[in-house]
């Protein structure tokens, strides 16, 4: 685990394969090269700071819906809408422990109030894998929430890798 809320690239790269394995567009060809990246940053750096990675990204996620709604009608306020929508769509995700909804929703709302996600969450010492999971689960559901949104079903996958490759090519 890194400090000071830091969390590896790579972890952040493997968080976000954790996502494309559970998202049904993702072809079997590169869900199994998701698969390995996964495993690959699990075995260099823990999947402890991998599930760290996640929490991150449900942060930059939240953060990013919360802010691209901002100002419309339509906008999600996250206490009333986005927040409980994640929460009420959790159990369609039958490995999703019920058990981790209180740290899940804290992390949400630390989200939400624009506070650093992995810093809260740090503060309760490891993240047991139950919990990763779900919010691997989370991920997925503030992604899906992204396209639906916007109405452009892999939008968000498509920015994202995006963006791991212009960071690839700056450290190149």
């Given amino acids: 685990m890194t400090s000071d809320s830091v969390v590896v690239d790579e972890a952040i790269r493997a968080a976000w394969d954790s996502y494309r394995a559970l ?3 993702t072809s ?6 998701a698969q390995q990246r996964v495993k690959a940053a699990v075995d260099a750096y823990g999947r402890e700071e991998v599930a760290r990675g996640t929490v991150f990204l449900v942060g930059v996620l939240t953060g990013y819906l919360i802010a691209e709604q901002s100002g419309g009608e339509d906008r999600l306020d996250p ?10 769509r959790l159990p ?13 929703t804290g992390i949400l709302m630390a989200a939400a109030m624009g506070m650093e996600t992995v810093a809260w969450r740090d503060r309760f010492g490891q993240i047991p894998p139950e919990e990763a999971l779900v919010h691997s689960f989370v991920l997925w559901l503030l992604a899906d929430l992204f396209d639906s949104l916007i109405g452009r079903p892999g ?5 994202m890798r995006e963006t791991f490759d212009s ?3 700056e450290h190149s």
């Fill in 92 to 104: 369609t995700f039958e490995m999703a422990d019920p058990a981790q909804l209180p740290m899940v």
């Fill in 155 to 159: 939008a968000i996958d498509q920015m």
């Fill in 28 to 33: 079997a060809k590169e869900r199994q090269e």
């Fill in 79 to 88: 206490l009333s809408d986005l927040i409980p929508a994640v929460i009420r």
């Fill in 167 to 169: 960071m690839v090519a």
């Fill in 23 to 25: 998202e049904k567009r």
